[in-house]
Structures are given as C-alpha cells and as structure tokens.
C-alpha cells in the first residue's frame, strides 16, 4: 500500500457560461499518477474561507497515507486566493493559518500554491514554514498562465515525491529535486502577460525551505535555485 498522497485543493476557475466542461488540474494529475503509481490523489473544491478550512482540515488531511504533499490552486491577487463571481474567496492570512493547523497535525511535506501574485508573501512562506513540520513552500510571483504552470507543476510534484523522508533532512536534496524539476523548462520562457510587461519564468517563482532538521531555519532558497539552473538574473 502506498505511503503518499496529494491533497489537492481547487477553487473553480470558470463559469459554465465561460467554459462549459470546467477545467480542473485534477485530469493531469490523475495522469501523473497513472504513470508513477505510487501516489493518492484526494480532491477538494472551495470557494471561500470556511470551504476552504472544512476541505483541509476536516477532509483532506484525514488520510491513512504518512506522507502527505498539499497542492492548492485558485485564482490569486496577491492579497486572497480562490473566489468566483459572487463569491470573495479567502484572505491570504486566513488561508496561511489553516495551512499551518493542518500541517501540524497531519505529515505535510511540501506545498505549492498555483495561485497568481501569491510568492510575493515571502514573509508568510517562511512564517508558514518555521511554525510547521513543512519542509518547502513553492509558489509565482506574477499572473502565470492555467496551461503552463500547470505542467511545472507536475514537473515539481513528479520530482519532490520521490525524495525519502531523511532526504528531507538536506536542503541541498531538496533544492536538488527542484532543479530536476525545473531544468524541463526555459528560464526565459514568458509565464506571465500583465498590462504593463511580461514577466519570465526564472523571475517568476519563489521557494522557501526549511529542512527537518535541528538548528535548520527557514529560508528563501530562490537566489540559490535559480544559481543551480543557471537562470541567474
């Protein structure tokens, strides 16, 4: 019996009226686990806050598996994420304290937010992870594009979910799994299309880590992944 699993968390993305077949990152990581097999899947949409806490702490979370890695994916504005229409979504402090309640009584590994404007909050990425057992947050800078932060996406799940648990004791394995993960793509490559300019991959990411291990401290590692890849600015 497999020992991991991926929570994942979708606020809905279109109206029936804009996409009539709803598209959910769920399909593409069906079709990672599919191929790698060693993986759960457990699935949760919300809208707003109490959606979202009820779907992490009251659902997601309560698994048999011990390895657990939390993917969530909304919409973003750098102040909140999720939210359709009428609905308003949830406040990003909200949303980082039921992050760290989960992780503190359940075996959170890692977590990526694929949400627009979220690696902005660098200082909440390390809060997140120096009051938690997580080893690494991951998330974008600007306003990414559905399809291809999606694909990096898998990539970074495909990578991280292989390491073992002692390997979470070195920051270098851990920046290690990024780079594999990472190198499949072009730095250069535009991942967002805002108003005023266009903004690259390798300016588009942030990744805080913070190994499971004594005296390790949390730390903005992106200088050093972006070192690692050669995308340095």
């Known amino acids: 019996m497999t020992t991991t699993a991926l929570l994942v968390i979708e606020g809905l993305w279109w109206t029936p009226e804009e996409k009539p077949k709803r598209p959910s990152v769920l399909q593409f990581f069906e079709g990672l686990e599919s191929i790698e097999g060693d993986f759960n899947i457990y699935y949760a949409n919300f809208y707003e806050k109490e959606g979202f806490r009820h779907a992490l702490e009251?659902?997601?979370t309560n698994t048999r598996e011990d390895r657990l890695f939390l993917y969530i994916a909304a919409h973003g504005t750098g102040k909140r994420i999720g939210g359709l229409k009428s609905r308003s979504g949830i406040k990003l402090p909200?949303?980082?304290k039921a992050v760290r309640n989960a992780a503190n009584?359940?075996?959170i590994e890692g977590v990526l937010i694929s949400s627009c404007n979220i690696g902005n909050n660098i200082d909440d990425f390390i809060s997140t992870t120096r009051n938690s057992h997580i080893a690494w947050i991951f998330g974008y800078?600007?306003?990414?594009?559905w399809m291809a932060s999606t694909l990096i996406d898998i990539s970074i799940f495909e990578h991280l979910m292989k390491l073992n648990k002692n390997d979470l004791r070195n920051?270098?394995?851990i920046l290690d799994a990024f780079t594999k993960a990472l190198r499949r793509f072009n730095g250069d490559y535009i991942l967002c299309k805002e108003k005023s300019k266009s903004i690259a991959l390798k300016d588009a990411i942030?990744?805080?880590v913070q190994p499971r291990a004594p005296k390790e401290?949390?730390?903005?590692e992106t200088a050093n992944?972006?070192?690692k890849l050669g995308w340095k600015k």
């Open 58 to 60: 009251d659902d997601l």
């Open 94 to 96: 909200a949303m980082f």
């Open 105 to 107: 009584y359940s075996n």
């Open 141 to 145: 800078t600007c306003e990414i594009s």
């Open 171 to 173: 920051r270098k394995k």
């Open 206 to 208: 942030t990744l805080v």
């Open 217 to 220: 401290k949390a730390q903005d």
């Open 225 to 227: 992944l972006l070192a």
